[in-house]
């Protein structure tokens, strides 16, 4: 089977807020697609922790949300749409170890503050919304090779 992102690939994952028990299958599924369609090892790898915190993210604080993938020549874009809380301090919220999940969720192993920092470390460009009340938006760029001549 072949599929070759030419012109774009797009794919959206539907994501449920608190359900642990499916939490990183949408990741999961874009790094397997990914390493289908020839994406080398390193730019498949930084996409998938973006992808997967953005996950997180929307099980650990969102009622529910949406992941959504887009590969470009040369660029894949991860997007994540939640409704939620939203965050009233992104700044603060972009700081390592900064969480607002509560401690039932920090004892799972989840929360402990790294998923905004670690989408935007593996990112070559960044950004994030939020409103309070409504939900928060995040984009993440990662740029690569497009050339079907990489090894993997």
């Known amino acids: 089977m072949d599929m070759n992102p030419s012109p774009s690939l797009e794919l959206s994952y539907p994501v449920e807020g608190n359900?642990?028990?499916?939490?990183?299958?949408?990741?999961?599924r874009i790094k397997r697609m990914l390493k289908q369609i020839g994406i080398?090892?390193?730019?498949?790898?930084?996409?998938?922790i973006v992808?997967?915190?953005?996950?997180?993210?929307?099980?650990i604080h969102a009622t529910?949300?949406?992941?959504?993938?887009?590969?470009l020549?040369?660029?894949?874009?991860?997007?994540?749409?939640?409704i939620g809380p939203g965050i009233p301090?992104?700044?603060?919220?972009?700081?390592?170890?900064?969480?607002?999940?509560?401690e039932h969720?920090?004892?799972?192993?989840?929360?402990?503050?790294?998923g905004l920092p670690n989408?935007?470390?593996?990112?070559?460009e960044f950004w994030i919304e939020s409103q309070v009340g409504k939900g928060t938006k995040v984009a993440a760029r990662i740029y690569y090779d497009g050339s079907s001549d990489r090894g993997g």
């Open 73 to 82: 020549p040369g660029v894949i874009e991860v997007r994540a749409e939640d």
């Open 89 to 102: 301090d992104i700044p603060l919220a972009m700081q390592e170890g900064y969480s607002t999940a509560p």
């Open 40 to 48: 080398d090892p390193e730019t498949t790898r930084r996409v998938a």
């Open 119 to 124: 989408m935007k470390r593996f990112s070559d």
């Open 19 to 28: 359900d642990f028990a499916t939490a990183g299958e949408a990741a999961t």
């Open 105 to 114: 969720i920090r004892e799972m192993g989840f929360g402990a503050g790294m």
């Open 64 to 71: 529910r949300g949406i992941l959504k993938l887009r590969v």
């Open 51 to 59: 992808a997967y915190e953005a996950e997180m993210n929307i099980i």
